[in-house]
């Protein structure tokens, strides 16, 4: 970090063929870095969204898991989230979303 | 301990940039602990400060943002605001951010006064008797 | 990456309470985090913003403190003021801070400008070119 | 962390006999905790202040250690600071104040 610029709140890690891991807070600034990072990879087929690194999540960022959903259904699949922590957990189930994905909590 | 009223205004003008949402949420963390609320209560209150700031940069204009933190009546209240001609206070991309207020809140309120978007929320510690 | 000079200014208005000083270094680590700016200088931001809040809350009135972070010229930007009727810029109390800002920023000042205290503290990136 | 009330940002815990353990940050709010709880033990004689829970000092905060250091100089004994992290350290080092104290550091 010694070149000066902007500092993502969040970042996304692409294991090919493997889980769209994600590092830091899905907000109104992180939820867009995740939704471009989606949307470039579900061309693949399935799509699991490791969640295990993150702890912060609100509206606008279950937007972009909503988004990503919904274009999953389209296709005939789910969006797996893996390693779901308390934090996202209880923002699905006050907006009542958890039934949009296939959920596997951090202690599964 | 001195009384909890006491603390406060904490007031933030900044511009609509998204990545500050993290900054409010660390400066609200500070003046909740700060008061005396619990961890789960600190975790509520990130998220309303969270949602009060994007819905304000989502349906903002261009023009800065000012919120406010207080503690009153053994309440947080998070109170933003931002210079906006029109406002659709019942537009649906509003829904889940006042879905999410619902829950996390004891109360809440999105208004237009004056041509500015007005957004408060309130969590109350809920202390022993 | 975009360019971290249109980074903020994020301004905080706060009473002169001490217990306020952790809140603006979370504020302060989190615009300076956002701004790319390492761990060791942040631990520098983090004292310059708590010598900038405790020399107006020594030295100021009752009245409100103003401060200011700005990320300008690849530099952390630290600016505090608050309502004064007189104040020695020269005051012995003065000196310790003085000493911490000299070693931590890279340039500070503190003037007494229209019945203002006045103080700012500047920390730069330290890049490699 | 039921009732309501200011969270102090720095505790105090007095080992009796023993050190003085300071817990949180010493800054304009934590100084005048730490300086009213080093007058309390200060005719007891020696003074052992254990700053292994303290990773923030600002220039207050180094004020109340240099009183306690004058005072216990009058005494015709040392401040002992223990488990020193790298934080106050620095502080210490900056203003030129490591020589006020008897100084055992994190590593000691
Ligand atoms: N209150 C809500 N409860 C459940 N799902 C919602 C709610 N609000 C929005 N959604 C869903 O979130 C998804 C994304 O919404 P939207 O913001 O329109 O994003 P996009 O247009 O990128 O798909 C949509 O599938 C929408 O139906
Ligand atoms: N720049 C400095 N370098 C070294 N010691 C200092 C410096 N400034 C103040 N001190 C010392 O700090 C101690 C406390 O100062 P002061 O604020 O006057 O507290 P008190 O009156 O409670 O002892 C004094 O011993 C003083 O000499």
Redesign the pocket.
């Known amino acids: 970090m010694t070149d000066m610029g902007n500092y993502d709140s969040l970042t996304v890690e692409n294991v090919p063929g493997g889980a769209i891991v994600v590092h830091g807070d899905i907000d109104v600034a992180g939820g867009p870095i995740l939704?471009a990072a989606l949307l470039r990879r579900e061309n693949e087929g399935s799509v699991v969204i490791d969640l295990g690194d993150v702890s912060f999540i609100d509206s606008s960022g279950l937007?972009s898991l909503?988004?990503a959903?919904?274009?999953a259904r389209a296709r005939g699949t789910t969006v797996v989230l893996r390693h779901v922590g308390a934090e996202v957990l209880r923002l699905l189930e006050i907006?009542?979303?958890t039934s949009?994905f296939s959920i596997e909590t951090s202690n599964d | 301990m001195t009384d909890a009223a006491v603390i406060g205004p904490v007031v933030l003008r900044l511009p609509p940039d998204p990545a500050l949402s993290r900054v409010l949420r660390l400066a609200a963390s500070g003046v909740a602990a700060m008061a005396g609320f619990t961890v789960d209560e600190i975790d509520d209150i990130k998220i309303a400060v969270s949602e009060v700031l994007l819905a304000l940069i989502e349906h903002g204009g261009e023009g800065p943002i000012e919120v406010e933190f207080a503690i009153e009546d053994h309440a947080f209240i998070v109170r933003g605001s931002t210079p906006i001609e029109s406002f659709d206070v019942e537009h649906p991309?509003l829904?889940?951010c006042r879905?999410v207020l619902t829950s996390v809140c004891t109360s809440h309120g999105i208004e237009l006064i004056d041509q500015q978007a007005q957004i408060w929320a309130a969590v109350t510690h809920a202390s022993i008797p």
Chains 1, 4 share one sequence.
Do not use: V
């Open positions: 939704e937007r909503l988004g959903s919904r274009r907006t009542g979303t949009h | 991309d829904l889940l879905t």
